[in-house]
């Protein structure tokens, strides 16, 4: 039982080695590694991002400026 112990554990730490764990919670945006490929210590894998609040800005025709305001849902 031991044995079967201290091999699990091996393999878990192996696991760990090679997995790939931010620091810190947030949401991925675009990956630009696959799952599965091999990275360096200089690879960009992936995009962080905030989403919390988003600023928009686009136009509409004047006759619907009425409808939206600073604040609106969209």
């Known amino acids: 039982l031991n044995s079967i112990r201290a091999e699990l ?3 878990e730490a ?16 675009l990956r ?8 360096s210590p200089t690879s960009q894998i992936a995009f962080m991002q905030d989403i919390d ?3 928009i800005e686009f136009s509409i ?3 619907y400026a009425y ?3 600073p604040g609106s849902k969209i």
Do not use: H
């Not at 080695?17 to 949401?27: C, D, E, H, T």
């Not at 630009?32 to 990275?39: L, N, R």
């Open 53 to 55: 609040r988003v600023k």
């Open 32 to 39: 630009y590694i696959s799952e599965g490929s091999y990275v």
């Open 61 to 63: 025709p004047e006759k």
């Open 9 to 11: 554990q091996q393999l």
């Open 14 to 29: 192996i696991i760990d080695k090679y997995s790939i764990r931010a620091p810190f919670s947030g949401v991925i945006g």
């Open 67 to 69: 409808q939206v305001k």
